[in-house]
């Protein structure tokens, strides 16, 4: 590792419903320091933040709300600090979901999420949540993105059951089919990254992601 790296603070947002301790082991993997917290002022004070999540949209909200984070996190982005949603991380980061109800999101992101409902070709609904192995396709280049270096369909893997539709379809960097639909499985707009898989559980081209991540801050960081 780099001294600049050893000293790059990255926060994970602890808000009771994240995968944490699997991110922080990939995110140490490819040489980047993490710490999980529910602080304010941490958060705030990192160099990066990475919004983690598992479970339902209107209680991911609330614990946030609850935390004090909404207003913190939406100036880290406003502040063009770095920000990485993951999975539920990612929803949250749109403008509203239609998950069990209406709720308002971060709205860092303009769009909404909404529930996986496709048929399949013989008029039967696929199964929903959509759990294990699916591949991811390029939109627009990868250069210069989290997702550089990978090959075009990848595999990755997923569990969810809502799906992110961005209203600016420029900010969608990999899209991936479900039944008929191809839905956002990666967007990228300035300082936001988020990914609807699990790259920590994605095994070694997963893993590259990270890598990718770390490289991108680190080069942010000494451009400054």
């Excluded at 993490?34 to 002022?41: E, G, H, K, P």
């Excluded at 997963?206 to 991540?213: H, Q």
Aim: proline share 3%; glycine share 10%; aromatic share 10%.
């Amino acid at each position: 590792m780099t001294d600049g790296l050893q000293a790059m603070k990255l926060a994970i947002v602890d808000y009771g419903l994240g995968n944490l301790f699997s991110i922080k082991n990939a995110c140490g993997y490819v040489g980047m320091q993490a710490v999980i917290t529910s602080d304010q002022q941490v958060i705030q004070d990192a160099d990066a933040v990475l919004l983690p999540g598992v479970g339902a949209f209107g209680d991911a909200m609330e614990a946030l709300s609850d935390l004090d984070l909404v207003t913190v996190l939406k100036y880290i982005a406003d502040k063009s600090k770095p920000i990485i949603g993951v999975c539920l991380g990612m929803q949250l980061l749109m403008t509203e979901s239609f998950e069990f109800g209406h709720h308002h999101g971060l709205g860092i992101i303009d769009g909404s999420v909404e529930r996986i409902s496709t048929p399949d070709t013989a008029g039967h609904h696929v199964k929903v949540p959509q759990i294990g192995w699916n591949r991811i396709y390029q939109r627009g280049s990868w250069a210069d993105t989290p997702l550089e270096g990978l090959a075009d369909g990848e595999f990755m893997y997923f569990v969810h059951s809502y799906v992110v539709k961005p209203m600016d379809a420029n900010v969608i960097i990999s899209l991936t089919r479900y039944g008929e639909e191809d839905f956002c499985s990666g967007l990228l707009r300035d300082n936001v990254f988020a990914f609807q898989f699990h790259p920590e559980r994605s095994g070694l081209e997963g893993l590259k992601i990270y890598k990718n991540v770390r490289s991108i801050l680190e080069k942010r960081r000494y451009s400054r």
